[in-house]
């Protein structure tokens, strides 16, 4: 481990990780059709076999307007659909389509060799990488308040 009196933050520290890691991600997935972010968010609806709006603005550190945004684009490319939510009639949730989930499988091929890649070159096991990343997170949570009010 390495003292980091360099001048810099660890928020700046994390700036610099999230915009290397996205333009990372869109230089792989390039081929796909689909952006770092749009990865994120299939892999997201994907893993939880569909979402509500809210969840997946919580997950996202998204704010619900953009979510919404989001979801109309995605639905115009035709890779989520809306059915309703059973739990709550004035919801409903986000669920990949068939073209979604092929679109989302295509991107992950190009992905994990990346994500190989990079987990084969941290100095700390990735699960503690990801603890810390989790822990960044939360402070920055509870110092801002909730994602979905500090945009």
Not at 38 to 50: K, M, Q, T, V, W
Not at 79 to 84: G, I, K, L
Not at 136 to 145: E, K, M, P, R, Y
């Amino acid at each position: 481990m390495t003292d980091h009196d360099d001048g810099y933050t660890v928020l700046f520290d994390v700036w610099v990780v999230a915009n290397s890691t996205r333009a990372l991600l869109d230089r792989t997935l390039r081929p796909s059709g689909l952006s770092a972010e749009d990865f994120a968010l299939y892999s997201a609806i994907r893993r939880e076999g569909g979402v509500t709006p809210t969840e997946l603005s919580s997950l996202m550190a998204l704010p619900p307007t953009t979510v919404s945004s989001i979801v109309t684009r995605l639905q115009r490319r035709g890779h989520v659909r809306r059915s309703p939510n059973p739990a709550d009639a004035r919801s409903y949730r986000i669920q990949l389509t068939p073209s979604g989930q092929a679109a989302h499988t295509a991107a992950a091929e190009l992905f994990t060799p990346v994500l190989a890649r990079v987990q084969a070159a941290l100095s700390i096991p990735p699960g503690q990488a990801r603890d810390a990343l989790a822990a960044i997170n939360s402070a920055v949570t509870d110092a801002t308040g909730s994602p979905e009010n500090s945009s």
